[in-house]
């Protein structure tokens, strides 16, 4: 095999294996402080996507793009947590399961009214020309989504970390209860995670487009293999996201060069298969002490 041919495919796979594990690190947003997930989160990536497509339509800078389509998600998410999750946690039920499904199936038809059906190019002031660097062939493109990746979960991170709405997130995240006990609203900050959340599938709609295009199917296959790196990764471990993000990304590109892009799925599918079946806490994941 040629190390070079090898090399490229890996490091063109990491670099989309980032975007799941963005999407992949909004799911453990929402999960440490509720238990919760949204089913409905590749939709937000897909709306977001079109909300920022629609403002440099309109002839927005670039950069307020950026910042419009980041605040339309942290609505999004916020709208979430309210139709779908709040009430369903409170009853201490499961119903926010079926509701968050219901509101992205919403989402995708109001799509498809909105925007249509076709899928769209998605205009970036960033070059798409490849670049050489030890022989693996890497575009600006590809470079900024990696920043992005970084920079969006290093910026959520220290907030988590450096202030008090944060220290009040790592709480509820460790002990609901004897947060509520120390005066800390567990709703808000539920709220808070489900806002954070749509703001990180926002941005990785932002990020993706320019190389998948925009349309109401596009995160469609991104969603499944996210949520195989939240589970494979575990629910409460960002670093491990991003190392099973980068692993599944290179594997899924040497699985469709060397077998075949109709295999291309498949990596992902056994992986979660596997996690499931042997460790369901996750690689990163820590076991549940249960107290009798």
């Not at 989504?145 to 709405?165: D, N």
């Not at 709480?171 to 209860?177: I, S, W």
């Amino acid at each position: 095999m040629n190390t070079q041919i090898i090399a490229q495919m890996v490091v063109s796979g990491a670099l989309m294996g980032l975007v799941y594990a963005l999407i992949a690190y909004g799911f453990q947003l929402t999960y440490a402080t509720s238990k919760s997930i949204n089913f409905g989160q590749g939709e937000l990536v897909m709306l977001s996507a079109f909300f920022s497509l629609t403002l440099l339509n309109f002839g927005a800078p670039y950069w307020l793009m950026i910042i419009g389509g980041l605040l339309f998600g942290a609505a999004l998410g916020l709208l979430v947590e309210r139709a779908a999750v709040r009430l369903a946690l409170q009853q201490k039920s499961e119903g926010w399961i079926l509701l968050s499904i219901i509101l992205g199936l919403l989402g995708f038809s109001a799509a498809e009214n909105i925007w249509g059906r076709d899928d769209r190019p998605f205009p970036t002031p960033i070059s798409a020309d490849a670049l050489h660097v030890f022989g693996i062939n890497i575009t600006p493109l590809e470079i900024s989504v990696a920043i992005g990746v970084f920079a969006v979960m290093g910026l959520v991170e220290l907030f988590k970390r450096k202030t008090l709405l944060g220290k009040a997130f790592e709480a509820v995240a460790a002990d609901r209860d004897a947060a509520e006990l120390m005066g800390i609203s567990a709703t808000r900050t539920i709220m808070l995670s489900y806002g954070l959340s749509g703001m990180v599938a926002a941005m990785a709609g932002i990020l993706i487009a320019p190389i998948t295009t925009v349309g109401p199917t596009m995160a469609s296959a991104l969603i499944l293999k996210a949520f195989a790196v939240a589970v494979v990764a575990g629910l409460d471990s960002g670093f491990g996201v991003v190392l099973i993000g980068i692993f599944l990304g290179a594997l899924e590109s040497l699985t469709s060069f060397y077998v075949g892009s109709g295999w291309r799925e498949a990596p992902g599918l056994i992986l979660l298969i596997l996690a499931l079946a042997v460790r369901p806490n996750g690689v990163f994941g820590k076991a549940a002490i249960v107290k009798v």
